[in-house]
Nanobody, 124 residues
């Protein structure tokens, strides 16, 4: 099982960019589908993006065209490049790992391991 640590959050103005990183421990990172989810205050955790073992990518409609998920198996890291940020992107962002050979889920409870989260705040 992997352990996950997110980094890269912070405060940014609307229209700006941030890159989140999620570093995984363990030797089996390449066998996990990875997802990024976010949770704003008072709201449920929601899907943002995911990448499969075979690097197929999936995005929520709200971030499509602005966010890019990628993975570097040599570094055991998954990234979320966030461009054209909006105040409504403000949330705690979590990465998660899923044992899934094909595809990647958009459903939080289907992920087995979660990081501690990193705060992203977008000011208007």
């Amino acid at each position: 099982q992997v352990q996950l640590v997110e980094s890269g959050g912070g405060l940014v103005q609307a229209g700006g960019s941030l890159r989140l990183s999620c570093a995984a421990s363990g030797r089996t990172f390449s066998s996990y589908a990875m997802g990024w989810f976010r949770q704003a205050p008072g709201k449920e955790r929601e899907f943002a993006a995911a990448i499969s073992v075979h690097t197929s990518t999936y995005y929520a409609d709200s971030v499509k065209g602005r966010f890019t998920i990628s993975r570097d198996n040599a570094k055991n890291t998954v990234y979320l490049q966030m461009n054209s940020l909006k105040p409504e992107d403000t949330a705690v962002y979590y990465c998660a790992a899923q044992s899934k050979r094909v595809g990647a889920s958009r459903i939080p409870y289907e992920y087995e391991t979660w990081g501690q989260g990193t705060q992203v705040t977008v000011s208007s």
